[in-house]
């Protein structure tokens, strides 16, 4: 059993930066691979970012690609999303999600590819 709990988010102008934790419970979290999620009001969840368990492959939505950065400390059982450059659009709940069922190499981009989620943290970019 993987429990996971956000942080980290807030209201933030354009063209400002947050960063996202996400805390694990368990001894096998570095064994998984890990995302990041975002929900807006009346939208579909959606894929932001995925890293595999060592930290060594990442992978990003287009929507986010070369601001937003993925990475991972297995000895705190942490997950971050370093956000640069927010936009409006970028206002959502955040989620982390751990993938358990998986071998950790694999980075999937799909709601279906993950078993753990945590609460989600709302993130809000003023113009």
């Known amino acids: 059993q993987v429990q996971l709990v956000e942080s980290g988010g807030g209201l933030v102008q354009a063209g400002g930066s947050l960063r996202l934790s996400c805390a694990a419970s368990g001894r096998t979290f570095r064994r998984y691979a890990m995302g990041w999620f975002r929900q807006a009001p009346g939208k579909e969840r959606e894929f932001v970012a995925a890293i595999n368990w060592t930290g060594g492959s990442t992978y990003y939505a287009d929507s986010v690609k070369g601001r937003f950065t993925i990475s991972r400390d297995n000895a705190k059982n942490t997950v971050y999303l370093q956000m640069n450059s927010l936009k409006p659009e970028d206002t959502a709940v955040y989620y982390c999600?751990?993938?358990?069922?998986?071998?950790?190499?694999?980075?999937?981009?799909?709601?279906?590819?993950?078993?753990?989620w945590g609460q989600g943290t709302q993130v809000t970019v003023s113009s």
């Open positions: 999600a751990a993938d358990s069922r998986r071998t950790g190499y694999v980075l999937g981009s799909r709601t279906y590819d993950y078993d753990y």
